[in-house]
């Protein structure tokens, strides 16, 4: 498997296994924007493969971090060598996290956003069926970044492309800018990361560059994980303390004549029909 950018990076943190045994054992693979995204967003995958002898993480970034925030240490970086730390912390957090591989394809933003350029998305029906995933973990069509919403659509793109019988079980859209909170409470995919708290830490805490730019990302995460598990339901005790939120790609993926706007429209629809019911029914 040979990676299209030149600056791409192709990372296999057991020694000695090639890149394409790293990739055709994965189960659980995570597509993220930038270098981070994954450790905050799809956790679940990585904690629900983390020891597993039979499950394997596979996580792909997009983006070439190019254009990063830099302050502290990093104040003076110049773009090329933020990029370097960028890579150099995504490739750490892969060995704490035990990854099979983790894959940086090195995109600028700008090409992943230009929608007439399909370069992601063939790269990632490449992927795919390299890897050929249970469960698949990216952004959901709700999110206000941008560039995630672009990589959204890659993943929708190029799964639409796979043979139905060659498709993931499963793929959520996780939560990053804007939380999943909105979503009607039966069509939220509620994905439980308890117990982990300190590899939690650990895979959040390498992306320094990130944080000392002036965001507690890594505490905004955990209090969003605590916040999801209580106020999911309002009766009854938590039976989990730390929930991400998803939405659930699969009838997207499914049906390629349904829009992704119309889709999340229709789900705003559901809370918007909830709401109006509930004060209308206590006046
Ligand atoms: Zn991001």
Not at 6 to 34: E, M, N
Request: glycine residues 8%.
């Amino acid at each position: 498997m040979t990676l299209n950018n030149p600056t791409a990076d192709g990372f296999v943190p057991q020694q000695g296994l090639a890149l394409d045994a790293a990739l055709s054992r994965t189960t659980h693979l995570g597509i993220g924007a930038h270098q981070d995204d994954l450790e905050f967003g799809a956790l679940p995958g990585i904690l629900d493969c983390f020891g597993q002898p039979d499950r394997w993480f596979t996580g792909i970034t997009c983006t070439d971090g190019g254009g990063s925030p830099r302050a502290g240490v990093y104040a003076d970086y110049t773009d090329d060598q933020m990029k370097a730390v960028r890579v150099e912390e995504q490739r750490t957090a892969a060995m704490v996290g035990r990854y099979s591989a983790m894959l940086q394809l090195g995109y600028p933003s700008s090409r992943i956003k230009d929608s007439a350029d399909p370069g992601l998305k063939d790269e990632l029906v490449a992927l795919f069926e390299a890897s050929r995933p249970s469960v698949i973990y990216t952004h959901n069509p709700a999110d206000k970044h941008a560039t995630h919403v672009a990589v959204f659509n890659a993943v929708l793109q190029a799964l639409r492309e796979r043979p139905q019988t060659e498709r993931p079980q499963a793929v959520y859209g996780v939560e990053i800018w804007r939380g999943l909170d909105w979503m009607p409470d039966e069509k939220k995919v509620v994905l439980p990361v308890d117990g982990h708290d300190h590899l939690i830490a650990s895979l959040q805490g390498v992306f320094d560059s990130q944080i000392a730019g002036g965001k507690r990302y890594d505490l905004a995460a955990a209090g969003r994980y605590r916040s999801n598990a209580t106020f999911f339901a309002s009766h009854g005790v938590d039976t989990t303390s730390n929930l991400v939120y998803a939405m659930d790609l699969m009838p997207l993926v499914e049906n390629p004549a349904l829009d992704p706007a119309d889709y999340v429209i229709g789900l705003m629809r559901e809370t918007e029909a909830a709401i109006r019911q509930q004060i209308l029914e206590v006046s």
